[in-house]
């Protein structure tokens, strides 16, 4: 199984940024579908934002669409999540996840769960 290790998340106030890449130490990912979620604690788990191989078409949830970006990270053939305008809404621990799926929707994880990393949005 491939191990996916999530890192860059932070404090930020709202309105900033924070990129946040997913990789395979030793592996590349540029043939996977990989998602994006987060979870606040007492809540479940979110899929956000994913994007599909071969031709790297992303999707998007509502309320992340116009300020998140996904892409493919060449340098460490991973991914990376480009959080822009950042909302207190947009605290959570942050996952990244290898997808069954990624056609008009976020399909289900396939493989393990990372650590996360957490972002915070405060003034």
């Known amino acids: 199984q491939v191990q996916l290790v999530e890192s860059g998340g932070g404090l930020a106030q709202p309105g900033g940024s924070l990129r946040l890449t997913c990789a395979a130490p030793g592996f590349t990912l540029d043939s996977y579908r990989i998602g994006w979620f987060r979870q606040v604690p007492g809540k479940e788990r979110e899929g956000i934002a994913c994007?599909?191989?071969?031709?790297?078409?992303?999707y998007y949830i509502d309320s992340v669409k116009g300020r998140f970006t996904i892409g493919r990270d060449t340098a460490s053939h991973g991914v990376i999540l480009q959080m822009n305008n950042l909302q207190l809404e947009d605290t959570a621990t942050y996952y990244c996840v290898i997808l069954y799926s990624c056609r008009s929707g976020i399909g289900d994880p396939f493989g393990p769960w990372g650590q996360g990393t957490p972002v915070t949005v405060s003034p």
């Open positions: 994007i599909h191989n071969g031709d790297n078409i992303p």
